[in-house]
């Protein structure tokens, strides 16, 4: 059924519940998990430069904080006795939502399962929503998991 699933993290709480979640199904159905962080190198460089900040040295320090989030997912998987895999991918233009899309059809992804932060309004409008798009423009199933303080 779900033989392949793609979790995108990020760090956050909401990230996990989605983890956590995948990492459930996983251990039901016998599923490999593949666990990809990305680092928005495009949206940082913009922010670097409007801020006149040192652009490599903000880009290693995400990266470096992107590696430790994927050791924690992995631990996490692996101490469930799951079969995972880690990626960092980067987003050099678009958006993130890009990148997961495409990891889930290079990987062959049978299941996204993906933290919402679950944003309404003015919020969602202006910080727009990867999970969102995901959703919208995933060819196989996306789980969308809600952060525990979202509004209903």
């Known amino acids: 059924m779900y033989d392949r699933i793609l979790v ?7 990230a996990k519940r989605g983890l956590d979640e995948a990492l459930k199904i996983a ?13 928005d190198d495009m949206s940082m460089m913009m922010a670097a430069g409007a801020l006149a900040t040192n652009i ?8 470096s904080a ?14 469930k006795g799951l079969s995972v895999d ?15 899309i495409e990891e889930a059809s290079t990987w062959s992804s049978d299941l996204i399962v993906i ?3 679950g944003r309404r309004g003015a919020g969602r409008l202006l910080l727009g929503s990867d999970a969102e798009q995901v ?11 809600r952060d525990s303080g979202a509004p209903a």
């Open 115 to 117: 933290g919402t932060h």
């Open 27 to 39: 251990a039901k159905l016998g599923s490999t998990v593949r666990v990809i962080h990305v680092v």
């Open 8 to 14: 995108p993290v990020d760090g956050s709480a909401t």
């Open 66 to 79: 992107g590696e430790q989030v994927l050791a924690d997912a992995k631990g996490a998987a692996q101490s």
């Open 56 to 63: 490599g040295e903000l880009l290693m320090s995400l990266a």
């Open 135 to 145: 959703l919208r423009r995933a060819s196989v199933p996306v789980l969308l998991v």
């Open 86 to 100: 880690i990626a960092m991918r980067h987003c050099t233009a678009g958006r993130v939502c890009d990148v997961i």
